[in-house]
């Protein structure tokens, strides 16, 4: 859950949301290293005269720069590949779940077993107890097990809607006349919210 004033991201629940995390610090290093290398460069550049301007003109420079980038996109690309074909596979789900997205509330069916299904619906601001959340207190919750891979299939039954929760990793379209599927696996138990 989340708490005033925070800056980064959700406490990880998820193995998929544990290797957004590191992909995130391993962006924002790379992003770091670029950014004080330039400021560097540029603070150098206006405190310094230039004596060896025939430099910049040097055939190696050139091949340096257009090389270094390129390596630098790589070491972006290939985990961030990784990470994508990690959320889009579905190891032998031990549940699954169909989500259906209405105007103001979301349909649970366990497909699993027969007749049990809920609509979930937010408990209105003038209703809630102390303690509980504006616009994320719901009346019927969705109860998952821990540490087994779930299936979601989302789908809408009249507008676009988003079905995420942040502390997973999760964010699915709900689009009508389209079934949209991902999978959960809870490394720990707890109450996670979602919008």
Do not use: C
């Not at 290293?33 to 060896?52: A, D, G, P």
């Not at 050139?62 to 980038?69: Q, R």
């Not at 509980?132 to 299936?151: C, Q, S």
Request: charged content about 15%; overall charge negative; cysteine-free.
């Amino acid at each position: 859950m989340a708490y005033p004033m925070q800056l980064g991201f959700q406490d990880a629940t998820s193995p998929i949301m544990e290797e957004l995390l590191h992909f995130h610090d391993h962006t924002l290093m790379i992003v770091f290293l670029i950014s004080s290398l330039v400021l560097y460069i540029i603070s150098l550049m206006l405190t310094t005269k230039l004596t060896h301007t025939s430099t910049m003109n040097a055939q190696e420079v050139e091949t340096i720069w257009t090389i270094l980038p390129a390596i630098i996109l790589i070491l972006i690309a290939l985990p961030s590949l990784r990470i994508l074909y990690m959320m889009d596979e579905i190891n032998n789900p031990s549940l699954t779940v169909k989500t259906m997205g209405h105007q103001w509330y979301w349909s649970y069916e366990y497909t699993d077993y027969e007749d049990l299904s809920f609509d979930s619906y937010m408990i209105p601001t003038s209703e809630l107890k102390p303690g509980e959340l504006r616009l994320l207190e719901v009346d019927n919750r969705v109860v998952l097990p821990m540490e087994m891979t779930i299936r979601m299939l989302i789908s809408s039954e009249d507008v676009l809607h988003s079905w995420a929760v942040p502390s997973l990793g999760l964010k699915t379209d709900a689009i009508p006349g389209r079934l949209n599927q991902t999978t959960l696996m809870s490394t720990r138990p707890g109450l996670y919210y979602g919008q």
